[in-house]
């Protein structure tokens, strides 16, 4: 779909979540972005982001700018806390080997409304999909965006995420190993984990054609293994095992979401 100011409204779709223990001491983090989509005559959003991502804490923090007349304050937060047990709460993709989960956040954002609060974000749709045989049509290599917390960096003072460019690995519309997943040649560092990723026409411009073509879940990383030398002269030396990143990110292909979100309205039972 071409879109203008695309550039600017992904920097408030993205949203870092913050794992808690039990003790509300955070233990991880990691990217999640806001869908919006509709079915059995309602309308929901839905926080989407890796299974890996969230599961085993006790606790999902998530945080948003403030909103006034439909314009942001960046000095004002709203932290929202998704109180869970394990994974409860959150739609896992039945699949083992897709990396795949959403929650309803419809509630939370109803909730704060009512207490004259206007969480500000930006939420991407069904129409930013693209079909394995358009795609085809536009080649297997082109230019994506992805948008994140790398290493859990982020700009704290205006509560922004990360944008980081690359191309295509592998084609989009082919199964990598069999796996509904491909690869894109771009740097990938823990906490961008959930990070949606978008084919973009023109990196930069206005107007742009742009599509949602997956999720960040992993990197690739090559493991080497040397020695320790000691101080001291010493028959039994340490070894030691370091990950060297190829800079080959994994990205979940957007398709099982649908999957996820078709199952949800499948599945769930609304009472308001």
């Known amino acids: 779909m071409k879109l203008k100011n695309f550039n600017t409204s992904i920097y408030f779709g993205c949203i870092q ?11 991880s983090s990691g990217t999640a972005f806001i869908f919006y989509d509709e079915g059995k005559g309602f309308q929901k959003y839905f926080l989407v982001t890796n299974k890996h991502v969230i599961r085993g804490a006790s606790t999902n923090r998530i945080t948003f700018l ?24 959150w739609l896992l993709h039945p699949d083992p080997n897709v990396d795949i989960a959403i929650i309803d956040v419809t509630g939370l954002f109803v909730k704060a409304n009512k207490e004259n609060s206007n969480p500000y974000f930006y939420a991407i749709n069904r129409e930013f999909f693209i079909s394995n045989k358009d795609f ?40 990598f190993n069999g796996l509904k997943k491909f690869l894109i040649d771009a740097s990938v560092f823990e906490g961008s984990s959930g990070s949606p990723v978008f084919w973009v026409s023109d990196i930069g411009h206005q107007e742009q054609e742009i599509f949602f073509i997956g999720i960040v879940s992993a990197a690739h990383v090559d493991w080497k293994r040397g020695d320790i ?21 994994i990205v979940e292909k957007a398709q099982p979401l649908l999957e996820l979100l078709d199952l949800y309205w499948e599945t769930c039972i609304i009472t308001s």
């Not at 979540?17 to 233990?27: A, M, Q, R, S, Y």
């Not at 403030?66 to 709460?89: A, F, P, W, Y």
């Not at 000691?230 to 080959?248: F, G, H, R, V």
């Open 17 to 27: 979540i913050e794992n808690l223990d039990t003790n509300k001491k955070l233990v």
């Open 66 to 89: 403030n909103s006034v007349d439909r314009k942001s304050k960046m000095e004002e937060r709203i932290v929202m806390d998704l109180e869970q047990t394990g994974s409860g709460g």
């Open 136 to 175: 085809f049509k536009l080649g297997g290599i082109g230019k994506i965006l992805f948008v994140g917390y790398p290493s859990g960096l982020k700009d704290t003072r205006h509560n922004l995420p990360i944008v980081r460019s690359g191309i295509t690995a592998t084609p989009p519309f082919v199964n």
């Open 229 to 249: 030398i000691e101080a001291k002269d010493e028959s039994n030396n340490q070894i030691i095992e370091y990950a060297t990143y190829l800079n080959l990110g």
